[in-house]
């Protein structure tokens, strides 16, 4: 089972989804550029909580070139790059991070896998895209947490202990038990905090989340998520999770998804931004950031993308990992960001919100720069 985001990137490598004309990154020598947004932008370290940059399938390589485009457009230093999803097997999984570093050694102009938090200034540095591998789901590791060692040696930096579903590791947000998390996934926060992999507990359960907030050595991730305040959905984190996230340390991304609000139009940048308001009161600007849930590439939303969407989420409800909200009628993007450089187009709307400068450049990233750092060791 794919995930929704992986079902758009795949459409992408078939030549179903359109990218726009990279930006210029840098003014022509002499000239002045007078856009403080755009200023900021080219200066902040941009980190995408939750996002995919190319398809890591059999056909993932040679990587197709709008994903090559959409990363030069896109402005963004680095993402929180999920390499499969749910129902993934361990053999599987190996094939995919090996398609992402074939991916990277080919273009190592344009993509750049990060193994250690100095890798995200190189990226920015350099202009690459840093490529931070994640997994939402833990089925890969089975019952063998020496698996967790294999991955981090393969790249992997960040690993979700459940999807939305049950799993060996805790309650996912649509299992209406909600029985938090199990003895083997306390194992595995600690084996992750000893090894450096950052827990990540967005589709996780209500009891899942704050058990593992609770017993996690260092701060942990929400990676990408809503306010439950502000639209009661399963996939939105409701205030206690949110400020006890934060107390600890850790980091809350907002994405761009249908559950952030009812419906029945179009999800709207206001719909984000009035998550990113209440979440900054519950957690403070040091704890909030986006987690757009959204691939580099953006969507062509034409009729035949319509059609597979919707035999997509008929999947997804078959699986049992269709999230309430999910529907053919509010496809999964906003039509203002449905482009690369949304990041910049998320500043812009946050500076006319009224957030200065300094708390723009954290949204944007620098918390998220921050607490990786405070996870894996900052060398």
């Not at 179903?16 to 840098?26: D, I, K």
């Not at 996912?172 to 029985?179: D, K, R, S, T």
């Not at 009661?232 to 600890?248: F, G």
Request: overall charge neutral.
């Amino acid at each position: 089972m794919i995930t929704r985001r992986q079902f758009t990137v795949t459409l992408a490598a078939a030549g179903g989804l359109a990218v726009a004309r990279p930006r210029v990154l840098f003014a022509q020598a002499g000239a002045k550029d007078t856009n403080p947004i755009a200023e900021l932008y080219r200066r902040a370290v941009v980190i995408d909580g939750c996002s995919e940059a190319f398809a890591t399938g059999p056909d993932g390589f040679p990587v197709d070139p709008k994903a090559i485009a959409a990363a030069a457009a896109s402005g963004v230093t680095a993402i929180n790059f999920t390499v499969v999803g749910p129902g993934t097997g361990f053999e599987d999984t190996v094939g995919a991070i090996a398609t992402v570093q074939r991916v990277a050694e080919a273009n190592p102009d344009r993509y750049l896998v990060v193994r250690r938090h100095s890798d995200i200034l190189r990226a920015k540095n350099s202009g690459a895209l840093g490529l931070i591998l994640g997994f939402q789901t833990t089925e890969m590791l089975g019952e063998e947490l020496s698996r967790l060692a294999v991955f981090r040696g393969l790249g992997v930096r960040i690993v979700q202990l459940t999807y939305n579903e049950r799993s060996l590791y805790g309650d996912g947000c649509l299992e209406p038990a909600n029985a938090g998390l199990s003895n083997l996934g306390r194992q595995a926060v600690a084996r992750m905090n000893a090894l450096g992999i950052a827990v990540d507990v967005s589709h996780c359960g209500p009891r899942t989340t704050a058990e593992a907030i609770e017993v996690s050595a260092k701060p942990i991730l929400i990676s990408h998520t809503g306010c439950r305040a502000v639209f009661d959905n399963p996939r939105n984190k409701d205030d206690a999770a949110l400020r006890a996230l934060a107390e600890r340390g850790g980091v809350a991304g907002i994405y761009l998804m249908p559950y952030l609000s009812a419906g029945p139009g179009p999800i709207t940048v206001d719909d984000l931004l009035r998550h990113v308001d209440h979440a900054v009161g519950v957690c403070g600007e040091d704890h909030v950031g986006i987690g757009s849930d959204q691939g580099i590439v953006p969507i062509d939303d034409t009729p035949e993308y319509r059609r597979q969407l919707r035999e997509e989420i008929e999947a997804r409800k078959k699986a049992g990992v269709s999230a309430p909200g999910e529907s053919v009628d509010r496809p999964p993007f906003i039509s203002e960001l449905n482009a690369p450089d949304r990041m910049e187009k998320i500043a812009a709307a946050l500076s006319a919100r009224g957030y200065n400068a300094a708390a723009i450049e954290k949204v944007l990233g620098a918390n998220f720069h921050r607490v990786l750092g405070e996870i894996w060791g900052t060398t």
